[in-house]
């Protein structure tokens, strides 16, 4: 059974959805553009610390020193 957890920096996974459940601020870790795992799998979130030129919902390229949101549409990583 999946209960939740409560509080100002709960956080919970549901392994049945695969789900992370964060009621507060948190800080991932982050790659290099070069580092990112293969795209494939829509939804994927993180951050890269080497873009260059981010735009919105373009693909991320390297080159840069812009720390930037990625997000991976299931074909490619994009900044978001």
């Known amino acids: 059974k999946y209960t ?4 100002p920096t709960a956080a919970t996974t549901n ?7 964060v009621s507060s601020t948190f800080r991932s870790g982050g790659y290099t553009v070069a580092t990112l795992p ?3 799998t829509a ?3 993180t951050h ?3 873009a260059l030129a981010p735009a919105f ?3 991320v390229a390297a080159g ?8 991976d549409t299931g074909a490619a990583w994009v900044c978001c």
């Open 15 to 21: 392994p049945t959805a695969g789900n992370l459940l």
């Open 57 to 59: 919902l373009v693909a």
């Open 38 to 40: 293969a795209a494939g």
């Open 4 to 7: 939740p957890a409560t509080g």
């Open 43 to 45: 939804g994927r979130r």
């Open 64 to 71: 840069g020193a812009a720390f930037t949101p990625v997000g």
């Open 48 to 50: 890269v610390t080497d």
